[in-house]
């Protein structure tokens, strides 16, 4: 076999491998039984509040 092909297949298992891995780590984690965090324990978004006042110059008479 010449070095290209050697490495084709190489890069190749490489690829197929780390595809299972991740496919193992998604079930992994999917598998988990997750629940969402209590509503208490969340704090109120903070509100701000800008206000903004612009007077022009009274011209003098």
Same mark, same amino acid.
């Given at each position: ?28 984690? +999917? ?24 007077? +022009? ?5």
């Amino acid at each position: 076999m010449n070095r290209s092909k050697i490495v084709a297949i190489l890069t190749g298992a490489i690829s197929i491998i780390l595809a299972i891995a991740y496919l193992i780590l998604v079930q992994l984690l +999917d598998y988990r039984d997750m629940k969402p965090a209590p509503i208490s324990q969340f704090d109120p978004a903070p509100a701000i509040i800008s206000s903004f006042w612009q007077i +022009d110059k009274i011209a003098e008479v």
